[in-house]
């Protein structure tokens, strides 16, 4: 009979528990003794580590026509589920769980102690003996293959399989144009059974991993190339060793070579820390076995050398990983990766992947020098020899301190080769060795080229008298037309490039941005940059190209460029910002930092299409462009993307405006009212564990919460009613927290301003960077919360309308006077978007061209930035941070102590939410109704007074019944507790339109 039968039962297991206690408590449960147990108590959802068993249930297949090889099992609520079957062979036992839930070193320890405590050997077994052919000495590849197609290929029912297409397979493989055998005899007869054995499934396929001669590691040491490799790796890391005089620190991704090259560094007596990032369990458990320190993240630590020792063609997750290992300026990266036209690794890879068969025969040299570049690291040495393929790399050299001009590259006036041109690309054959020379779509690393015959071009093409020859411009333009257009363009007399040509001066906001950006300076390193991550269903590559073009036409800032770091000039003229295709927008985008003397504030780059879903990630650059600005450009990108027509842009360009407000540009403030602002302002709330100076590369990273709506609302009234800002109440609350966590008394905030003039209707329309900085010192904030929010106004407005409040002005006057940079800094900061609305729509979210994933925002020289905004759904918190500077937990532990702070701000503690519409009576109905209990009060759970899951819809059912909107399952399921539930509803469903006035300057 079909059906479902499930008994659940529980079972209390403590870690010491023997195995026959654990037994009392099964036979009980489900034995003689069925049904004696407690019944689970009402409301317990922490029952999420299941059992299930099927031991002895006659479910056998043998007879059918499908046999099974795989089954995975989803329940919801379960965290994990170890389930036991049976097996032919024995007993199978897995662990179903849901993804991205658990953490993985979690995961791999648990598996780890789990096999230990029932004592599974891990070693795999000899499998077993298998027909091979007799033979005294050792095989050639070439007769190995031959010993197995004799196997498997004899042309019986039994072995006409898929063995059979696999080794087929290769060796069609091997006639595309695989390098023949080198014929040197190094496998035995061991060797072939143990082949035999794994494919005609006597073995376990994974029993390769771990073979001494067929696992793809050691056919690789095999090779004599390889073993230059590990060479030159072992003295990369003596020397560094050498250099630093300290312990050198090494990141591997990918378990392959690491033990081996430890071995060789402890007998040289080389200081290092090897750690291995291994996002494959199994061979993550293989490395440890073997003694190498694995884990499954990157660490945070800064590394001195990489290492890719051919893990990247088999795992696509190693490239992303290697995105976001911290390094050094002076980083080294080594890479080697088969190309899988050897015989021998082709044999080992095809078993454990058939799909790389299907693979192109080669994976060639510019292939993973220009996936490393994507990755920000230059190829310096690459060489392709013996069917490897071996990389070193520098990290990409930071932007220049004092830039040059750089100007876009124009199409050739002429299709017949100028001149110069032609010795162009005489440099280019004679450096290249090319035969013939280069034509326009001649890209320089594909035909062989790489960082040191480069050099040696760009030295030559200077010697020939061209002075502007650069070898970066050799990297961004590797094609030979783009190349030379880029050599030849002169910036003085082209006039494709300046017919829109709009000049302006960087604000000193900009300036500060720009030289904070420098990786010498404090905090310095990465550049002012935000990101926002759409899924699109059926994405329309082409209306997003033409939307992406339309927008940045639009405008002048997303052209622009600095022509001069320290003077601030800058040129809008053309950029070519059209969408990429991109294998991971996040890992390319999301911590990008953009060369500012290149036109391209915005960066569009989309993933490949996932079941009809695409990624599509967007970043832009702070340094021209604002928070209004940059929720103006993504509103016009979505419209326009649906083909809705947009509103002329306005005639007021950024220079205009920035014209007749030079006080953005060259703030005037005479240094006795600085120095009077210096003195009495406190310093910011010091809340990091470590010096700001030992932070090298700062990596942020976001923790949000969200106060709910109708929460909300009653702080909005809460600061009505005492006719103050919303966003002093939120500041002050922030303040409070920051001062307990600093143990301060009185602290410094940077506050961020969006200053664009409101007697200027159409500044609104322009994309562009209006903001100022300037400083809120606060005292007492250990104060009673409501003069606490008094002092907070009086100190914004204060800082909004006194320009010697201006953060570049106190920190440049602080540098001049006490000479210390880290006094100079205040890196804690507050950005409020309350009040905004760039685009007139309440939600700009629901209106965009995909569904927002993910934002991310950095800042140099910032180490913690409250970031506030609203919505229909209530307050929207998002602290980034510096990751090494502060720990998650603890940013969230203050945003959590900053919303309790918020929820005291309550027009009337006795009553929760204003119920001028009966709502909450209606809702406390329901809820007496759905429980079967006859009060309700503020403190009534739902899940202890009789809720499960099926009541809890058949609550929301009646809910809805009853017109009350805004409520989800979600809902109860997060707010269990009656008043909470009734303060998280929407503010349609609590409170009537216009029942109170709004008081918000919309200036923060």
């Not at 769980?97 to 230990?116: G, I, K, N």
């Not at 058939?354 to 690291?377: M, N, T, Y």
Request: proline share 7%; hydrophobic share 40%; with cysteine.
């Amino acid at each position: 009979m079909l059906g479902n039968f499930t008994h659940l039962e529980t079972v209390t297991v403590e870690a010491d528990d023997v195995p026959e206690r654990t037994g009392a408590q099964l036979w009980d449960r489900v034995g003689q003794g069925a049904g004696t147990a407690p019944a689970p108590v009402a409301g317990r959802g922490d029952h999420r580590i299941v059992f299930t068993s099927t031991l002895g249930l006659d479910y056998s297949t043998t007879d059918a026509a499908l046999e099974p090889v795989w089954s995975l099992t989803a329940t919801p609520g379960v965290l994990i589920d170890c389930q036991v079957l049976d097996h032919p062979d024995g007993i199978e036992i897995r662990w179903d769980h849901p993804e991205s839930v658990l953490d993985e070193a979690f995961l791999d320890h648990a598996e780890r102690r789990f096999a230990e405590r029932l004592g599974l050997i891990t070693a795999p077994s000899e499998p077993p003996a298998s027909p091979a052919p007799p033979t005294n000495g050792l095989l050639t590849t070439d007769e190995v293959l031959d010993a197995l197609h004799r196997r498997f290929g004899s042309g019986t029912a039994a072995d006409s399989g898929p063995n059979t297409t696999l080794l087929r397979g290769i060796a069609d493989r091997h006639r595309s144009g695989l390098h023949p055998d080198d014929g040197k005899p190094r496998w035995t007869a061991g060797d072939v059974a143990d082949l035999t054995a794994i494919l005609d499934g006597s073995a376990p396929e994974t029993s390769l991993l771990e073979h001494p001669r067929l696992a793809p590691d050691a056919m690789l040491a095999t090779m004599d190339a390889f073993a230059s490799f590990i060479e030159d790796v072992t003295g990369e890391i003596v020397d560094r060793a050498r250099t630093l005089g300290r312990e050198v620190r090494v990141v591997e991704l990918g378990a392959s070579i690491g033990d081996t090259v430890s071995r060789r560094l402890a007998a040289y007596g080389t200081d290092h820390r090897w750690q291995c990032v291994e996002p494959d369990r199994l061979l993550a458990h293989i490395a440890h076995r073997r003694g190498l320190p694995v884990r499954t993240d990157v660490p945070a630590t800064e590394a001195d050398v990489v290492v890719i020792g051919a893990a990247a063609h088999r795992d696509p997750r190693i490239l992303r990983l290697l995105a976001s290992v911290p390094r050094r300026v002076d980083t080294v990266l080594w890479v080697c990766e088969p190309t899988l036209d050897s015989r021998a690794i082709l044999l080992s890879a095809a078993i454990l992947n058939p799909g790389v068969l299907d693979q192109r025969v080669d994976a060639p040299l510019w292939h993973w020098c220009s996936a490393l570049r994507e990755k920000g690291f230059t190829p310096v040495r690459a060489v392709e020899q013996g069917g490897l393929v071996s990389v070193r790399a520098h990290v990409c050299a930071p932007t220049p301190r004092t830039p040059e001009p750089i100007v876009e590259p124009v199409a050739p006036r002429s299709n017949e080769p100028s001149i110069d041109a032609t010795r162009i690309a005489i440099a280019w054959r004679d450096c290249l060795e090319l035969p013939t020379d280069p034509e326009p779509d001649t890209d320089f690393f594909e035909v062989g080229g790489d960082s040191l015959n480069g050099t040696r071009m760009i030295s030559r093409l200077t010697a020939d008298g061209f002075a502007g020859a650069r070898l970066v411009d050799l990297f961004n333009a590797p094609k030979f037309g783009d190349f030379c257009a880029r050599l030849l363009t002169d910036p003085a007399t082209d006039d494709g490039v300046r017919d829109d040509v709009n000049r302006f001066p960087l604000t000193a906001v900009q300036r500060a941005y720009l030289a904070g950006r420098d990786p010498e300076q404090i905090l310095g390193g990465n550049n002012a940059h935000c990101y926002f991550e759409l899924t699109v269903e059926h994405l329309d590559m082409a209306a997003l190209t033409r939307a992406v073009a339309l927008v940045v036409a639009r405008h002048p800032s997303l052209r622009s460029r600095v022509v001069e770091a320290w003077t601030g000039e800058v040129v809008a003229g053309h950029a070519n910002s059209a969408p990429q295709s991109c294998t991971d927008p996040r890992a390319a985008t999301e911590s990008e930092s953009i060369d500012p003397t290149v036109p391209g504030a915005l960066r569009v780059r989309v993933g490949p299409a996932v079941d009809g879903t695409s990624v599509v990630g967007i970043g832009m650059d702070n340094l021209w462009l604002d928070g209004q600005s940059m929720f103006l450009v993504l509103d016009e990108l979505s419209r326009s993307y649906r083909g809705e027509s947009l509103a002329p842009p306005v005639e007021l360009t950024l220079a205009d405006y920035l014209a007749d407000h030079v006080e953005l540009v060259r703030p005037t403030v005479p240094d006795s009212r600085l120095a009077a602002v210096v003195a009495q302002l406190p310093p910011p709330p010091k809340i990091w564990g470590r010096p700001l100076t030992e932070v090298v590369a700062p990596r942020f990273d976001r923790v949000e919460t969200l106060v709910p709506a109708a929460q909300w609302t009653q702080i909005r009234r809460w600061a009505a009613s005492r006719r103050i800002s919303s966003n002093a109440v939120v500041l002050a609350a922030y303040a409070r927290a920051m001062g307990r966590w600093a143990s301060t008394d009185a602290l410094t905030v940077n506050v961020t301003q969006f200053d664009r003039d409101p007697g200027v209707p159409s500044a609104a329309g322009i994309a562009g960077d209006f903001t100022r900085l300037f400083l809120a010192g606060i005292d007492d904030v250990a104060a009673d919360f409501p003069v606490l929010v008094q002092t907070v106004q009086k100190a914004v407005i204060q800082g909004m309308s006194e320009p010697e409040y201006a953060t570049t002005e106190v920190c440049r006057h602080l540098l001049a006077s006490r000479g210390t940079p880290v006094e100079a800094l205040f890196p804690i900061v507050f950005t409020s978007g309350l009040g905004l609305s760039p685009t007139g729509r309440a939600d700009i979210e629901q209106h965009l061209l995909g569904r927002l994933e993910r934002v991310r925002s950095q800042t140099p020289q910032v180490a913690l930035d409250l970031q506030v905004t609203e919505s229909s759904a209530g307050l929207r918190l998002t602290a980034d941070f510096v990751t090494e500077l502060f720990l998650a937990n603890d940013v969230r532990g203050c945003l959590d102590e900053l919303t309790a702070t918020l929820r005291d701000c309550r027009v009337d503690d006795a009553s929760p939410v204003a119920d001028e519409s009966g709502i909450a009576e209606r809702v406390a109905r329901a809820w007496s109704s759905t429980l079967g209990v006859p009060d309700v009060v503020s403190d009534t759970n739902f899940f202890t007074s009789g809720g499960d899951s099926l009541k809890a819809t058949a609550l929301m059912r009646r809910l809805t019944e009853d017109g009350v909107d805004g409520l989800s399952l979600r809902t109860l399921l997060e707010n269990p507790r009656f008043g909470d539930f009734v303060d998280s509803m929407s503010p349609k469903s609590v409170t009537p339109a216009g029942s109170f006035a709004t008081f918000e300057e919309g200036v923060l």
